[in-house]
Structures are given as structure tokens and as C-alpha cells.
């Protein structure tokens, strides 16, 4: 696909995705397909040569969406509502064009500054204490995470290091390990499910 041919194929994929989320509520919200359909769909090996953007765009409605959960349709109000809106899907589209990987300020400033500033704004919108600010004198910031569960996970991890932290205070002589053997997490049947793994 050269350039010429992308303009014209994202072209052909922003009408798609603006019919298909304009006319979401006339599609059936969870999928009634069986476990292992689409392999019967695919072929079962790779393509040895690349497919022409036709027959990848027609495989859209063909595979993929059958096994479609229409998360955006007002008919559902499972889990938790999703947050994709027209902005957001420009943005991941020149967010996935510059390919960024902002894991530290060097390998992406523009991504590492922008995410600490929008963290100051949340923190502003929630009322948090000046420390919790990026731009604070303090330890203050955070980082936005993917997923609830990469979330979940981070609050578990800083748990850790806190009871690690506090239990070597009152007992020096212990090593991480021995602290950690002692630790528990509690969850109710409430609870996400990555909690449980």
C-alpha cells in the first residue's frame, strides 16, 4: 500500500466507522456466534503475500464483525461504557502514525510532557492536595494507565512497596522476600476479574 493507496482506503475506513457508530442501535448488541467460529473463516495458515485492501475491508464485516460485542450501542449496559468518540479516534490515528513509545522523555518528549500535564489537570478536577501535581515540589504525579486491570495492578504493586517500606521500619533485620511471604490481598466476589489471577 503506497501512500495514494492509504488516502484513499483511510478514506473508505472513516465512512465506514462513522456508518457503522451513526447506526449502531440497528445491530445486534452481543454476538450470537460459537466458540471457534472464526477459524472456519480464515485460512488456516498465513498468507504467504500480502492481500489486496479489498478483500482485508470486506473481511471486516464477513469475520469480524459477527464476533462483534457493540460496546457503543445505547442497548448495552453490561461491565462499563466505553469512551471511544469521533476526537479520540483521529487522535489514536495520529497517535499510531507517529508511533511514539513515550516509556521515558527521551525516547518521546512530547508524549511524556503531555501526559504529565493532562495528569495535573485530572488531579485539579478531583480536588487532589498541590503534592499530588506534576508540576508540585513534591513526589506529586502518576502516570494514565491502558486498562482498569493495568491499574488494578499498579495499585497493588504500590501497596506492596508501602507494606514492604513500613514493615522494614519496625523490623530492619527482615529482607524483602521474608516481608513479602507475609503479605495478603483481600478482594470480594465484587472484584475485577484480573484481581483474581
Given at each position: 500500500?503506497?501512500?495514494?493507496?492509504?488516502?484513499?482506503?483511510?478514506?473508505?475506513?472513516?465512512?465506514?466507522?462513522?456508518?457503522?457508530?451513526?447506526?449502531?442501535?440497528?445491530?445486534?448488541?452481543?454476538?450470537?456466534?460459537?466458540?471457534?467460529?472464526?477459524?472456519?473463516?480464515?485460512?488456516?495458515?498465513?498468507?504467504?503475500?500480502g492481500e489486496a485492501w479489498e478483500d482485508v475491508f470486506a473481511d471486516v464485516e464477513r469475520v469480524i464483525m459477527p464476533g462483534?460485542?457493540?460496546?457503543?450501542?445505547?442497548?448495552?449496559?453490561?461491565?462499563?461504557?466505553?469512551?471511544?468518540?469521533y476526537p479520540a479516534i483521529l487522535g489514536d490515528i495520529l497517535s499510531d502514525a507517529i508511533s511514539g513509545l513515550g516509556f521515558s522523555w527521551t525516547s518521546n518528549p512530547a508524549s511524556?510532557?503531555?501526559?504529565?500535564?493532562?495528569?495535573?489537570?485530572?488531579?485539579?478536577?478531583?480536588?487532589?492536595?498541590?503534592?499530588?501535581?506534576?508540576?508540585?515540589?513534591?513526589?506529586?504525579?502518576?502516570?494514565?494507565?491502558?486498562?482498569?486491570?493495568?491499574?488494578?495492578?499498579?495499585?497493588?504493586?504500590?501497596?506492596?512497596?508501602?507494606?514492604?517500606?513500613?514493615?522494614?521500619?519496625?523490623?530492619?533485620?527482615?529482607?524483602?522476600?521474608?516481608?513479602?511471604?507475609?503479605?495478603?490481598?483481600?478482594?470480594?466476589?465484587?472484584?475485577?476479574?484480573?484481581?483474581?489471577?
Amino acid at each position: 500500500m503506497d501512500a495514494d493507496e492509504f488516502r484513499r482506503a483511510g478514506r473508505e475506513m472513516i465512512d465506514y466507522v462513522a456508518d457503522y457508530l451513526e447506526n449502531i442501535r440497528d445491530r445486534q448488541v452481543t454476538p450470537s456466534v460459537q466458540q471457534g467460529y472464526l477459524r472456519k473463516l480464515v485460512p488456516e495458515k498465513a498468507p504467504q503475500t500480502g492481500e489486496a485492501w479489498e478483500d482485508v475491508f470486506a473481511d471486516v464485516e464477513r469475520v469480524i464483525m459477527p464476533g462483534v460485542t457493540h460496546w457503543h450501542s445505547p442497548r448495552f449496559h453490561s461491565y462499563f461504557p466505553s469512551a471511544t468518540s469521533y476526537p479520540a479516534i483521529l487522535g489514536d490515528i495520529l497517535s499510531d502514525a507517529i508511533s511514539g513509545l513515550g516509556f521515558s522523555w527521551t525516547s518521546n518528549p512530547a508524549s511524556t510532557e503531555l501526559e504529565t500535564v493532562v495528569m495535573d489537570w485530572l488531579a485539579h478536577m478531583l480536588g487532589l492536595p498541590e503534592h499530588f501535581l506534576f508540576s508540585s515540589k513534591g513526589p506529586g504525579g502518576g502516570v494514565i494507565e491502558g486498562s482498569a486491570s493495568e491499574a488494578s495492578l499498579m495499585t497493588i504493586l504500590g501497596a506492596k512497596a508501602k507494606a514492604i517500606r513500613e514493615t522494614k521500619a519496625k523490623h530492619p533485620d527482615w529482607t524483602d522476600g521474608q516481608i513479602t511471604d507475609k503479605l495478603i490481598a483481600y478482594y470480594s466476589e465484587q472484584a475485577r476479574i484480573c484481581s483474581k489471577y
